[in-house]
């Protein structure tokens, strides 16, 4: 019986597992520029939304307070009283008066940072006489073409 004798192992250079950190700080630095371009964007992507917020506010997010002002007062405020008339009793009406009718305790502003403007009886919205005219100024803070209102 012949015995083999066992073949010496090749020596293998060892293996070196995980990355480099050349390569760790060059994936960091992909990371670093990709988070830069986002960041950028953003505004880009939520600029576009200040119409819209706008828009809401003047169809839908006033329309509450103002419809129950009318039921306890029986009718809207008055261009005088304007929305403030939302937070604190106009004159003369502290007894009807159940507010105040925006939940926040204050007229809200525009995205833009102007006030909403209003006006009773209305003379651009569908209602005519019996509604009432809420917009806002837009970008130019002016009465212009880019006007938001509830008659859109």
């Known amino acids: ?12 250079p060892a293996r070196k597992e995980g990355f480099s950190l050349v390569e760790i700080l060059i994936v960091i630095a ?20 200040q119409e819209k917020i706008a828009q809401q506010v003047v169809n839908q997010g006033m329309k509450l307070g ?15 009283d304007g929305l403030a008339a939302l937070i604190k009793s106009p004159a003369g009406k502290e007894s009807r008066w159940k507010g105040p009718y925006l939940e926040d305790f204050e007229v809200p502003l ?14 651009r919205n569908v209602s005519g006489a019996r509604g009432y005219d ?4 837009g970008t130019d803070g ?5 006007d938001i209102g509830n008659w859109k």
Do not use: H
């Not at 012949?2 to 293998?12: C, F, I, N, V």
């Not at 809420?134 to 100024?137: A, K, Q, V």
């Open 66 to 80: 103002l419809t129950a002002y009318k039921l306890d007062i029986g009718n809207y405020p008055s261009t005088e």
């Open 142 to 146: 002016t009465e212009s073409a880019d």
């Open 30 to 49: 992909l990371i670093a520029i990709l988070a830069t371009v986002a960041i950028g964007n953003l505004g880009g992507i939520f600029g576009g939304q």
């Open 110 to 123: 525009d995205p833009w940072g102007n006030p909403y403007q209003y006006r009773f009886p209305g003379a």
């Open 134 to 137: 809420i917009w806002s100024l």
């Open 1 to 12: 019986m012949q015995y083999r004798t066992p073949q010496k192992l090749r020596a293998r």
